[in-house]
T-cell receptor, first 115, second 111 residues
Framework: ETGVTQTPRHLVMGMTNKKSLKCEQH?????MYWYKQSAKKPLELMFV???????ENNSVPSRFSPECPNSSHLFLHLHTLQPEDSALYLC??????????????FGPGTRLTVL | TQLLEQSPQFLSIQEGENLTVYCNSS?????LQWYRQEPGEGPVLLVT?????EVKKLKRLTFQFGDARKDSSLHITAAQTGDTGLYLC???????????FGKGTKLSVKP
């Protein structure tokens, strides 16, 4: 595998379910990100991890819980979600966190539907 | 409040035509990035511009950053069907990686 991979690619869950999204980067990067992409809304940054430490939580509801066990893996744990949480969840990684020099490489995303 | 406005929202053209899409803001950004996203994929970075007035060319794509670093444009010459996709602009502030994205321009190039 190369680049940034995400699993599952599609997920349908009920509001009372608990599920997790997984992201893995094979680029040797130090920073990882979760983004939410909804229809008719801009791509929204959710969380940033740099060297496994969370450096940004963009006022995300607690029903989304990130976990970064090492620089190569990032999880997003989901519980008691709402239908409005249905979206494409994108993971990205970069060498560092500079907007000038550090290109963010995105995975293909997980299409989440909450019933 | 939408910090980055992209226009047009949708654009459908014939192969061979030229087009320009815009990214505008009332805020100043230290850098501006353009991405292309194809269906079922994540966005892919095309270019980063950091200097007001900067122009960068990538084959048939020309990117310009406004003098005041509040706006940017992407011009495609002789569009091809492979240019079809969602074009996103993203503004960066300072040296941190927190990017602010626009909603995107969905481009369809028909043969």
């Amino acid at each position: 595998e190369t680049g940034v991979t995400q699993t599952p690619r599609h997920l349908v869950m009920g509001m009372t379910n608990k599920k997790s999204l997984k992201c893995e980067q094979h680029l040797g990067h130090n920073a990882m990100y979760w983004y939410k992409q909804s229809a008719k809304k801009p791509l929204e940054l959710m969380f940033v991890y740099n060297f496994k430490e969370q450096t940004e939580n963009n006022s995300v509801p607690s029903r989304f819980s990130p976990e970064c066990p090492n620089s190569s893996h990032l999880f997003l744990h989901l519980h008691t979600l709402q239908p409005e949480d249905s979206a494409l969840y994108l993971c990205a990684s970069s060498q560092g966190v500079s907007a000038y020099t550090d290109t963010q490489y995105f995975g293909p995303g997980t299409r989440l539907t909450v019933l | 409040t939408q910090l980055l406005e992209q226009s047009p929202q949708f654009l459908s053209i014939q192969e061979g035509e030229n087009l320009t899409v815009y990214c505008n803001s009332s805020s100043v950004f230290s850098s501006l990035q353009w991405y292309r996203q194809e269906p079922g994929e994540g966005p892919v970075l095309l270019v980063t511009v950091v200097t007001g007035g900067e122009v960068k060319k990538l084959k048939r794509l020309t990117f310009q950053f406004g003098d005041a670093r509040k706006d940017s444009s992407l011009h495609i010459t002789a569009a091809q069907t492979g240019d079809t996709g969602l074009y996103l602009c993203a503004g960066g502030r300072g040296s941190q990686g927190n990017l602010i994205f626009g909603k995107g321009t969905k481009l369809s190039v028909k043969p």
